[in-house]
């Protein structure tokens, strides 16, 4: 069983649709969660940082933890061709700067116009 | 602030040459990791500097690739002889010291072994 499941989609939706993206582990030491975005020919770059289980919202975006059922979320609200990226989750058990992230294959987002 | 680079952009060798790929980090950035996408799969981890000592190197895959940090600045990621197993993309990312949060990654250097 791998560590962390993501469905790697790929998933299009029309511009302004609220999209939801989520990921499932197996390793109950994760308390770090992180939603990166990687637009193609480019490098991940961290698009939203959660400690622990509960929700954190930046802007037109949320990210769910639910640390009892191994299960993170994290939705777009009034979705913009701009979001149309890969959404790759990443997960650390002591702290995302100080040691491996274990990641999620990635899940590619099509937000049409 | 500059990011981190990494160089070369891409790379197209034959089985059984060297390559030599180099990352340079974030400045005042002491933690330096490698990570690997080989196609179809999720990015996964290959090694952890701090500083020019090697932390975790749990993810190497075998003794042909060799890493190095001289100095604790920059750092060179050498796969040698080179397989075809070992085309992917291979990322490098930075981070403080005291970072709780998150790495920064560089764009990632395209390895195509013929």
New interface residues.
Partial sequence: QKEVEQDPGPLSVPEGAIVSLNCTYSNSAFQYFMWYRQYSRKGPELLMYTYSSGNKEDGRFTAQVDKSSKYISLFIRDSQPSDSATYLCAMSATGGGSEKLVFGKGTKLTVNP | EAG?TQFPSHSVIEKGQTVTLRCDPISGHD?L?W?RRVMG?????LL?FVKESKQ?ES?MPNNRFLAERTGGTYSTLKVQPAELEDSGVY?C?S??????????????TRLLVL
């Fill in positions: 981190v933690n990791y990570y799969k999720e990015i996964k981890f952890h975790d993810g990322f990312a981070s403080l010291l005291t970072s709780r949060e998150t790495q920064y990654f560089g764009p990632g």
